[in-house]
Each structure stands twice: as structure tokens, then as C-alpha cells.
């Protein structure tokens, strides 16, 4: 099995970029930000907070979390129930990045992962993929830009929808999602040290997809 590992802060792009990639390579997509997404959600749901070691861990073993795919999609189940919408607020990514930092939170989901990457070709996107999940895989990028580039990003995005929010809040939250998922104690994002770095501050989505099957065309190259 081929795995493709592509980490990165949040907002560089990955999941476009990763999900591009998969369809064009014929593999399959795994997004492992939902599945931390899901237990928050379950956790909001429980009433218990994200932040709760204790509590989030004792929950744990009344979930169930299944991945699935239609049209190539990825969606999420949680306990059955496709979560796939309801995990994309931002009050779910902040409770993600809660329970993201919880030791039995990251084991719980570990499994998981792995078994996706033994079953099928795979490129797997998150923040310690080519670190800690799948330290084997052929192919490891570590996606990135600049700070400033992905608050513009994020800032045309809402702009789009008709939301009205300034880019200095943006800005400030990207660099304290930055801060808290680099510093965590348990599997922070870093780059692997065979990682390639990829940054697509001054490329454009097309051009980013383009680099990175570049790449994976290359390292390919010596594997198969
Ligand atoms: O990629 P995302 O925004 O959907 O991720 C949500 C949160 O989950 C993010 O704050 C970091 C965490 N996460 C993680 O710790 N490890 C992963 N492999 C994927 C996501």
C-alpha cells in the first residue's frame, strides 16, 4: 500500500490540496481533522468540556467512529450518524483543537488511522501524520504559508459568504491555533525530518495541487 502524509498549520490548504490529489492519483482521502472534530462534537454534545481530560476520556468508549465515502467524498459517522456538516463550525474546530491536545483522545483515534493506511492507497492529511501516524509512508509533505497569506485566505473565503470579519482578528487567530497546535505536549505539529516542504504562499490553488503531485510523482518514482 502507498500512504501519502501531508501536514501543515491549519488553513495552508491541505484538505483542497489533499483531496485533489487523492482523485487524481485514484487513492483514497483521509481527513483525520474530522475525526478529532466528531469527539468534540460528541463531547459539546455531552455537555462535557472539550478541555476535560478526565471527562473526554471517559466517554471515549461510547463512541464509535466509521469512515465512509460517497462520490469520493469522505464522510464521518459518529455512533451511525453522519457528522460531516456539523463538525465544520468554528465553535468545532476550537473544540478539536481542545480535545486534540488529550493523550487518550489521540491513542483512541490512532487505530483508526492506521487501518485506513494498511486497507488502501492513501493521502492522509492532518498534523502529525508523517510524524507519528504513519512514520512509514513513502511520500511526506509538509504543507505550509505564511501566517498573513492564510488569514487573506480565510478573509476572502468569509468575505465570499457574506460574512463581515476583519483580517487582523483572522490573522491573530491563525497564529494562536499556530501556537497551540506547535506547542502542545503530545504529538505537536512539526515537520517530519523526510518531509518535503511545500509552501504555496505565492501559488495559486492549481499551482499548489500541481507542486505536490510533482513531488509525489517523483518520490514515487523510486518506490514502485
Ligand atoms: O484540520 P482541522 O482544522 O480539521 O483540525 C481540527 C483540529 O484537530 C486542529 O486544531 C488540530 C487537530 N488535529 C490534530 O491534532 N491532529 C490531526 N492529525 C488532525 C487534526
Excluded: C, W
Excluded at 469527539?39 to 471527562?55: C, F, K, M, N, W
Amino acid at each position: 500500500m502507498i500512504s501519502i502524509a501531508i501536514d501543515g498549520p491549519a488553513g495552508a490548504g491541505k484538505s483542497t490540496v489533499a483531496r485533489a490529489a487523492a482523485q487524481q492519483l485514484g487513492y483514497i482521502y483521509v481527513d483525520t481533522g474530522a475525526l478529532y472534530r466528531s469527539i468534540g462534537l460528541y463531547a459539546t454534545a455531552h455537555e462535557v468540556p472539550a478541555d476535560s481530560e478526565e471527562r473526554v476520556s471517559a466517554l471515549l468508549p461510547d463512541i464509535k467512529l466509521e469512515l465512509g465515502y460517497q462520490n469520493g467524498e469522505q464522510r464521518v459517522f459518529l455512533n451511525g450518524y453522519d457528522v460531516s456538516e456539523q463538525i465544520r463550525t468554528p465553535e468545532m474546530s476550537m473544540a478539536a483543537s481542545k480535545v486534540s491536545a488529550i493523550p487518550e483522545v489521540r491513542q483512541f483515534l490512532f487505530a483508526l488511522q492506521k487501518n485506513m493506511a494498511k486497507e488502501h492507497n492513501v493521502v492522509m492529511d492532518g498534523r502529525d501524520i508523517g510524524t507519528v501516524v504513519l512514520p512509514e509512508a513513502q511520500v511526506k509533505i509538509f504543507l505550509t504559508a505564511t501566517p498573513e497569506e492564510r488569514a487573506k485566505r480565510r478573509h476572502r473565503e468569509l468575505v465570499e459568504k457574506g460574512m463581515e470579519v476583519s483580517y487582523e482578528s483572522l490573522l491573530e487567530e491563525v497564529k494562536q491555533r499556530d501556537y497551540n497546535d506547535s506547542h502542545r505536549a503530545i504529538a505537536p505539529l512539526k515537520q517530519a525530518e523526510d518531509a518535503i516542504l511545500l509552501d504555496t504562499t505565492h501559488l495559486t490553488l492549481e499551482q499548489s495541487i500541481e507542486a505536490l503531485l510533482k513531488i509525489v510523482k517523483e518520490k514515487l518514482k523510486d518506490v514502485l
